[in-house]
């Protein structure tokens, strides 16, 4: 405070001026009796008059205040700047001088008021009081508004994090608990009487479970929980929410609870409820809007992660269909398969892959790998039709080339314009080998090796399907020896461009290479030295569709070692 | 066979009985005795995850050094790992291997480019075993399959393995991504230092040793990542600011194209190569960039140099001199005047071939 320049406090000049002051000024003297007051005075203390003892008409922060005030006063004044020769007598000097006294605030009905004072020469003191409530209110406000934001903030951060509805919500719970109230719990849209729920209380562990629950055992929440038509948040008296709604871990009784609806986008997104202890102040207006706001927020994640999900699950679904099938050992032949997208999200492609075991022992398997025109989902959605249109041929498997002309007058009477390469191969296992039926349509012709890592390229070619009319194909046998392997591959393998000088080609004779270390491996180990080889040599670049398949001839001991031992030991 | 004893002592529950019945087995290529050994260990008291831990990882462990020690080929190391592979699939099917599942769920994959599969295999049945629900999602998974999964299914913690540090820049996309999704991340396999430290520059919640030190922090829970953190990839490692790795990286195959070129202008001998010979030096130099790069990734000079290190014995012997690796450093740092770091890097690498003592590989036959 600035010391103020002033006469004497008992000049009745400046007593007159305080009349009209625009502030409220209250003279009291050293005991606390008020000696004057201006209008403006009046106007806040309606009932205060001169003669009035302070502590009878003020509120207590002010009494309060004059009073420490006075005692100071008495005994020396420390803050006084001027007291240096004149200890003994502190007021005797002082008396010609009035000087600012120091400061004091606090609320006078529903204002808030700074009371400034100024000693006057006799001990009075006169109180000077400066309305600052728009200007506390406005800081207030600030504040808060600077912490919401900043929390909703944090909050769209976090919500906005993962696409997993679960995790969703146990991030709104925690983040609820912690900034919005003592306890949250969110019950989302359930099946029939069983509803999701997730809760938390403060800073603990989230909780989720099932309740089976009738949602109009609790005022507002069957229709918060229905999402339309849309309904405020709301009050409702905490002896009327359930049992099942209030955590366990919560300390005390529940003093305040607010319901509130998550918005779903279209769809029913929940409910937000936030519980206070009875010990805390109950929500205001202003913690509801906030609530809503956050609700806005997290509803949309939600929504967005419950959309996710219902996505992908429709994807996976369909993709099911179209994803390469696991292979393994048929009727005692080796069938393995590997196979990589070209786009680094993508899970199918143009490339694909079957096995349609035979029937019985001495039947034999259809192994078809091919490659359609074009890479992605379109792609993917014709090699599907490719794979259904041959397991409707599969009666037809022992001619290949006619099986080739059905598949091909098929494709020519779709409306896909594309065409695909194939090739195909039917394996029976025999004594000590097993026969091959090999039969490629215009696709790269399969690579054997031999038991002495020899490696052959079957004798095979034909047109691919779906553009000529009339297509041609060569069918040749191949007998492959124990340890020994057939290669089917598309020409993303040979084609991919890589290398420790970054733009070669694999290339034929890299694959061959490759293959010709892979005599006596099985055929899982074959196929995963081929992808290896291959996708180290792409490295971070790009690369086409590439599928393997490689179909062995294994010991024959092998593959019953396996199912013996397993069997023999579940009967036990 | 059929009869099941249990705690009988003596020798048949030293696991190492069956682990070098199943070694031999494995060298044979043998799957039937393969699995004999493993299931008549089972029989006679060892555990499940005994069986897993201290028979089958250590005779895998074995068919790697005998790779690298030249004392297996390829074909023999696919072999014995498909029938690895087979022995504990067989495992699981086995009634000791079945398990109700009663933790959470938990979610293994290797990072991409990574094609050795066994150790997170081995890993998945481990837990499997403990009670935990495990999605293994094998070798070379994309990162962005990955994050799909983890969206999916909300799993409590997805481990990432590696085994070969220049996958470490891919596995620090994967472990980022994981991160933001709000799944903790455990990291696992050599690729992340002995110590682990490399998982910890990554960002990973945490690393571990062995299959038992996972099974531990699992049940100990991972903290999960503080969603409201605006954590930026960047902050784990500052020092990519100098954009050094990116170029690098980005004109990897030209360095290695002029590195070859230069090479043969300096050393004759190259001149007269077969395509074979000059297709292994240019292999060579690639790696050689790629731990550069990799090194420059980290900011760590010891993932340079172990790895100049045992490149230096490799050449030693093949009979090919080290110097050749001196001039290579030479060649490659006359290219990256501008790459300060990337220099100081090669001059480390220098001294490292230096004071190699040239320890020959072990040699045939003999057991390491």
């Known amino acids: 405070m600035d010391t103020t320049k002033t006469s004497p406090a008992g000049s009745l000049e400046l007593r007159t001026s305080w009349a009209s002051a625009p502030y409220p000024v209250v003279l009291a003297d050293r005991s606390g009796t008020v000696v004057e007051l201006n209008t403006a005075a009046s106007a806040v203390f309606s009932a205060l008059s001169p003669g009035d003892r302070l502590s009878d008409r003020v509120p207590e922060w002010l009494s309060e205040a004059h009073r420490r005030l006075s005692a100071d006063d008495t005994v020396g004044a420390p803050e006084a700047p001027d007291t240096s020769d004149a200890a003994a007598e502190p007021t005797g000097r002082r008396a010609e001088e009035p000087r600012a006294a120091g400061s004091s605030s606090g609320q006078v009905g529903d204002r808030s008021y700074e009371a400034h004072a100024t000693r006057g020469s006799d001990g009075d003191v006169v109180w000077w009081l400066v309305d600052d409530t728009d200007r506390r209110l406005a800081e207030e406000a600030l504040h808060g508004e600077r912490q919401r ?21 146990e991030v709104t719970a925690q983040l609820a608990a912690t900034h919005l109230a003592d306890a949250a719990v969110i019950i989302a849209p359930g099946k029939g009487r069983r509803h999701p729920m997730t809760s938390c209380v403060g800073s603990g562990e989230v909780v989720r479970s099932i309740v089976d629950i009738d949602t109009t055992s609790m005022p507002g929440l069957a229709e918060a929980l229905q999402g339309f038509p849309p309904v405020p948040s709301r009050w409702i008296d905490p002896a009327s929410a359930p049992e099942w709604v209030v955590p366990e871990e919560m300390d005390g009784a529940v003093g305040s609870v607010v319901i509130t609806p998550l918005p779903g986008h279209g769809t029913p997104g929940g409910v937000l409820v936030l519980l206070r202890t009875s010990g805390r102040t109950a929500f205001s207006e202003d913690a509801e809007v906030f609530a809503r706001l956050f609700a806005a927020r997290a509803g949309a994640a939600l929504a967005a992660a419950r959309m996710y999900a219902e996505q992908s699950s429709i994807t996976t679904t369909l993709m099911r269909e179209l994803l390469p099938p696991t292979l393994h050992q048929v009727n005692g032949v080796e069938f393995a398969g590997g196979y990589r997208a070209s786009g680094q999200s993508d899970r199918v492609g143009g490339d694909f892959y079957d096995v349609h075991p035979g029937a019985g022992e001495d039947q034999e398997s259809l192994a078809v790998l091919g490659d359609v025109c074009g890479k992605g989902l379109e792609a993917a959605v014709l090699t599907g039709k490719i794979r259904n249109t041959l397991h409707a041929l599969l009666p037809l498997a022992d001619d290949h080339a006619r099986m080739l002309r059905l598949l091909n007058t098929a494709l020519l009477n779709s409306h896909h314009t594309r065409f695909a390469t194939l090739v195909l191969a039917s394996a029976s296992r025999r004594e000590d080998h097993t026969r091959l039926r090999v039969t490629s349509a215009g696709h790269p012709a399969p690579l054997v090796v031999r038991r002495d890592g020899t490696v052959e390229e079957a004798e095979t070619s034909g047109s691919l399907v779906g553009v000529l009319r009339s297509i041609k194909s060569t069918t040749t046998t191949i007998d492959l020896g124990v340890g020994e392997s057939c290669l089917l591959f598309t020409d993303g393998i040979t084609e991919a461009r890589g290398g420790p000088l970054g733009d070669e080609m694999f290339g034929d004779s890299r694959l061959r290479e490759a293959l010709s270390e892979c005599a006596g491996m099985p ?8 992808q290896m080889l291959a996708a180290d040599w792409v490295g971070r670049g790009r690369h086409d569709d590439m599928a393997v398949v490689a179909i062995t001839t294994p010991r024959p001991d092998v593959f019953s070692a396996l199912t013996r031992g397993a069997t023999g030991r579940r009967r036990a | 066979m059929t009869v099941r004893t249990t705690q009988r002592p003596g020798p048949d529950l030293d696991p190492g009985v069956y682990r070098d019945q199943l070694w031999a087995a494995l060298r044979e290529g043998d799957e039937y005795a393969a699995a004999s050994a493993v299931f008549e260990g089972l029989e006679n008291g060892l555990g499940a995850e005994q069986i897993l831990l201290e028979v089958i990882a250590p005779a895998q462990g074995r068919v790697g050094e005998e790779w690298a020690a030249n004392r297996m080929t390829v074909a023999d190391e696919h072999v014995a790992t498909a029938i690895n592979e087979r022995v504990i699939a067989a495992l699981a099917h086995h009634p000791a291997g079945r398990v109700r599942p009663e933790h ?6 290797c990072v991409e480019g990574e094609w050795h599969s066994l150790p997170a295999r081995l890993l998945s049945e481990v837990l499997r075993l403990r009670g935990w629900r495990v999605d293994f999602l094998g070798a070379h998974v994309p990162t962005p399959h990955l994050i799909a999964h983890l969206h999916r299914t909300g799993p409590e913690a997805v481990l990432l393995s590696a085994s070969i540090p220049t996958h470490l820049p891919t596995a620090h996309a994967a472990i980022t991504a994981a991160l933001a999704a ?10 992340f230092g002995p110590d682990g430290r490399y998982a910890r520059s990554l960002g990973a919640t945490e690393w571990a040793g062995d299959a038992r030190a996972v099974a531990r922090l699992l049940l100990e829970g991972l903290p999960r990542p503080d969603p409201t953190a605006m954590h930026l990839p960047i902050e784990d490692l500052p020092h990519l600011a100098d954009q050094e790795y990116t170029m690098i990286a980005r004109t990897r195959a030209e360095l290695v194209r002029a590195t070859l070129t230069g090479l043969e202008e300096r050393f004759p001998p190259m001149r007269e190569y077969t395509a074979r010979q000059r297709r292994h030096t240019a292999e060579d130099i690639a790696h050689i960039v790629e731990y550069l790069s990799t090194a420059l990734y980290m900011d760590d000079v010891r993932l340079f140099t172990t790895f100049i290190s045992w ?4 050449l030693t012997a093949r009979e090919v001199p080290t110097h050749t690796l001196g001039l290579t450093f030479d060649v490659l740092g006359a290219q990256l005047k501008d790459f300060p770091r990337a220099r100081a890097l090669l001059d480390q690498g220098r001294a490292a071939v230096t004071d190699s003592p040239h320890t020959p590989i072990p040699g045939n036959g003999k057991p390491a």
């Open chain 1, 149 to 169: 934001t900043s929390f909703l903030a944090e909050a769209s951060n976090a919500l906005l994090s993962s696409l997993n509805v679960n995790r969703c919500m």
């Open chain 1, 523 to 530: 055929a899982e180990a074959v196929v995963e030295r081929v």
């Open chain 2, 104 to 109: 959470g769920r938990i979610t293994v994959a």
């Open chain 2, 182 to 191: 709000g799944v903790p991340v455990l990291a696992g396999g050599a690729a």
């Open chain 2, 311 to 314: 490149t230096g014995e490799i």
